[in-house]
């Protein structure tokens, strides 16, 4: 308990990130920041240990911010480096990370208060930032708000959760694709998930914050993850853990209003990533058209028997 277990795939190489320090305490939340050296460990005790991958060393413990359970830390690119934190008592803090001459230099600031944040998703496709000015998406029981970092930090909308939407740990993950009303939408999209139900928002414009709501379905079980996979593939994990693909194109069209909309989906077999369920669903059309011919052919060979 307190360390962090890093596997290096290519080398085949697995590494243990914490500090003696931390020792006994439970890690309550893990990141990777993207195109650097940095892993971001937050612990129960409100500690956040930043671990250089390239020494295998702690590049610093921050502390003195957060006085009670961390839940969740996530780093956003863009101009700089910065890492979102927020804790059981409400409060979202801001800390920008730069190298100096004593090591890691670390600026924190409170950004959210009263404000219980479960996830945070910074603007990224395909794991490169889509603004230089720090996009992310925050997300609460209650709504996402849409934050920029850079010059300043400002909201730059807020999505409020539907009524008819029972109030749950939300979960968000930015993508692109076809949208239901027909059409590749060239602005990214935001999936957001409370409850059982999938919201599709379309982000018009980053810096004016302008949105809409192009699409929405509803599970039979309560969702636990949702995941862009690629140009309109979503992963989704329900309570009954179980992973479906969903298509965005077949999601109902707008906000959701209540009710139930039927999506055409895949189960993930036990095992199987992304790109081998890809690879099945192909060899199942070959294998479904095999058979289509092989009838075709039987019912052709019966009329020639029958003249």
């Known amino acids: 308990m307190g ?45 956040i240990l930043v671990w250089n991958t390239d020494t295998n060393e702690v590049a610093r413990i921050i502390t003195g911010i957060h006085t009670n359970v961390v839940m969740s ?74 934050v920029a970092l850079a010059p300043k930090v400002r909201i730059l909308c807020e999505l409020k959760r539907n009524e008819g939407i029972k109030k749950a740990v939300p979960y968000i993950g930015w993508g692109k694709g076809v949208l239901p009303a027909g059409g590749e939408s060239e602005s990214v999209i935001l999936a957001v998930a409370w409850d059982k139900v999938v919201q599709l928002i379309e982000l018009e414009d980053i810096e004016k914050g302008t949105f809409t709501f192009k699409g929405h379905c509803v599970e039979d079980k309560e969702i636990q993850g949702v995941w862009w996979v690629a140009e309109s593939v979503l992963l989704v994990l329900n309570a009954a ?52 011919k092989k009838k075709k052919k039987k019912k052709n060979k019966k009329k020639k028997k029958k003249k």
């Open 73 to 146: 830390i996530r780093f956003v690119r863009g101009e700089k480096l910065w890492m979102l934190s927020s804790d059981v008592d409400g409060k979202l803090y801001l800390t920008s990370l730069s190298h100096s001459l004593m090591g890691l230099a670390c600026a924190s600031s409170l950004l959210l208060k009263d404000h219980i944040v479960f996830c945070t998703a910074p603007l990224e496709l395909y794991g490169k930032p889509i603004s230089q000015n720090g996009v992310a998406a925050i997300g609460g029981t209650n709504g996402v708000i849409i």
């Open 241 to 292: 853990g179980e992973l479906k693909v969903l298509h965005s194109g077949r999601f109902g069209e707008g906000e959701y209003k209540g009710g139930d909309v039927a999506v055409s989906y895949t189960h993930l077999r036990a095992h199987e990533t992304s790109l081998h369920l890809v690879c099945r669903l192909l060899l199942e059309k070959k294998k479904k058209k095999k058979k289509t």
């Open 3 to 47: 360390y962090v277990r890093v596997f290096e795939l290519s080398q085949h190489d697995m590494r243990v990130a914490g500090a003696s320090e931390l020792k006994g305490v439970c890690v309550t939340s893990v990141d990777v920041a993207k195109g650097s050296h940095f892993l971001g460990a937050a612990y129960a005790n409100g500690k």
